[in-house]
């Protein structure tokens, strides 16, 4: 019994750091059409057109997220506010946008 408990949580653990990969792809296919978007004006257009292929999906169902219609316009959306990944994922950036919209309430 303790070998198949073993076994489950090593393939558990197998199965998070795939997705934290795949997760990775998604990020600099990301940061790929932030920089088209700056250099070419597309970057919108060029995400959609990742998530949309099948490559695209099948690293968005392995990243653990849904390929459906409302997360390409979330992808969509994100490119075009054009902040970098890293940049958006930051403690300053968060911060940042949480006074912005107290700002904004007040």
């Known amino acids: 019994m303790r070998d198949f408990v073993d076994g489950t949580a090593y393939n558990n653990e197998q199965g998070n ?10 990020l600099a296919a990301l940061d790929d059409a932030i920089a ?9 257009e060029q995400i959609a057109r990742w998530a949309r292929s099948r490559d695209g999906r099948e690293v968005l169902s392995c990243a653990g ?3 459906n219609e409302r997360v390409v316009s979330g992808l969509m959306d994100f490119v ?3 902040v970098r990944t890293s940049v958006a994922l930051s403690r300053e950036e968060s911060e940042r946008r949480t006074a912005a919209l ?3 309430a007040a």
């Not at 750091?17 to 998604?26: E, G, N, P, Q």
Request: glycine content about 14%; aromatic content about 8%.
């Open 65 to 67: 997220i849904d390929p």
């Open 36 to 44: 088209d978007d700056k250099k070419y004006g597309n970057g919108p």
């Open 17 to 26: 750091r795939a997705r934290k990969l795949f997760a990775a792809v998604v």
């Open 80 to 82: 075009g506010k054009g």
């Open 102 to 104: 107290q700002a904004e």
